[in-house]
């Protein structure tokens, strides 16, 4: 074998030695990405299926979450109904009067009350009902379709907005003490909880304390938050939020106003004002005018809103503190009198309770038993 032969002999010794570890490194890796892989998608089969998890017990902890607030309500309402209907009592005018009775003492009113016996005979002429058992399921049916579900309920559910009209932009409004502050640190938390970049405007500039308030409140839901001096312009707080959302690509702004003014005048103006200004940077803004009522002050709650939508387009109710009150059948007649849907009810003190309205949970958790004393829970929804 010549010089060249040997030569060559060991170039391609050198060669195949080379590519025999090259097979067995690329055999490692080819093993290592395969066990990489096979963890990587076990984790994701695992954190998919907790996410699933929490997608589905979720509604269970909100429904269980309004039931424990609604129970004053519940024990003023439906323990009572229950009590008239069972027996076997035949359906006539006396059962439907002390029906009547026990709704108004519930804080439905006088003239959604009315309207739910009105109906109520009407079915029972028109099913034949005769028994008192029958009239229960029907009760619920009539209420229920008295409270309105808003046209954006689906994206409420999940916070959604246009994202090609941003920052979506709401007004919020309501007298002192309703709970005005609170509910916008609770809005701003559930949008940025939903992946939105949030930024609070700190418009009510009359009250000493409420900058301090919110700025706790924007401090514990993550978000920015827009203010100024004690007795400055609110329309100018307003402008200055809008601007600093559209210059960093906010999603979401939350303006708070003054609850108290002189007069209804006065209110007015400013909230054309804010409207005005805020125009001038977004053309649509406000999105959206939440009104805040407190559920503790019955059919007063209604009285506050009748005079906000004399100087207000307002487009939904935000019910504070349902769990605190036996008077929380004041929803159905916000509903069925204002003709407003009722957006988000807050049902605790935690920064978390803050719900959306859904008028099937509502019902369900207000009656809370079937007419056989079957505990109501959300597997049994319709």
Do not use: C
Not at 107 to 122: A, Y
């Amino acid at each position: 074998m010549g010089f060249f032969d040997k030569f060559k002999q060991k170039i391609t010794e050198k060669v195949e030695q080379f590519t025999e570890k090259v097979n067995k490194v690329g055999d490692n890796i080819s093993t290592q990405v395969s066990n990489v892989v096979e963890k990587t998608t076990s984790v994701v089969e695992k954190a998919t299926e907790s996410i699933a998890e929490v997608v589905k017990i979720a509604p269970i902890l909100q429904f269980n979450k309004l039931k424990e607030g609604l129970s004053k309500t519940r024990s003023n309402l439906s323990k009572n109904i229950l009590g008239l209907l069972s027996g076997g009592r035949k359906i006539d005018d006396k059962l439907l009067e002390e029906i009547e009775e026990i709704l108004i003492l519930a804080d439905i009113g006088v003239k959604t009350t009315q309207k739910i016996i009105g109906r109520l005979k009407q079915r029972v002429k028109d099913d034949k009902l005769e028994l008192s058992e029958q009239i229960y399921a029907t009760l619920k049916e009539e209420i229920y379709n008295l409270l309105i579900k808003s046209p954006s309920a689906d994206n409420d559910k999940i916070y959604a907005i246009d994202s090609t009209k941003t920052p979506h932009t709401i007004l919020v409004i309501g007298v002192n003490g309703v709970g005005k502050t609170t509910t916008i640190g609770k809005l701003a938390y559930n949008y940025k909880n939903s992946g939105k970049e949030v930024v609070i405007g700190a418009a009510d500039t009359f009250r000493a304390a409420a900058n301090e308030q919110l700025e706790i409140w924007s401090q514990r839901a993550g978000v920015d938050i827009i203010q100024r001096e004690h007795g400055a312009d609110p329309a100018s707080v307003a402008y200055d939020t809008i601007h600093s959302a559209v210059s960093k690509n906010k999603d979401v702004v939350i303006i708070d106003t003054a609850g108290r003014l002189h007069n209804k005048a006065n209110l007015m103006q400013e909230l054309e004002k804010m409207s005005r200004v805020m125009k001038k940077v977004k053309e649509s803004a406000p999105d959206d005018v939440y009104l805040v009522l407190d559920a503790t002050t019955g059919q007063n709650a209604i009285q506050q809103a009748k005079e906000f939508m004399k100087v207000a387009k307002i487009t939904g109710i935000i019910l504070t503190k349902l769990d605190g009150t036996a008077k929380g059948g004041v929803v159905i007649p916000i509903a069925d009198e204002l003709q407003i849907p009722v957006r988000y009810i807050g049902v605790g003190e935690q920064i978390g309770d803050l719900q959306v309205f859904d008028p099937t949970f509502f019902v369900e958790a207000l009656f809370g038993n079937d007419i056989d004393g079957s505990e109501t829970n959300i597997d049994n929804l319709g």
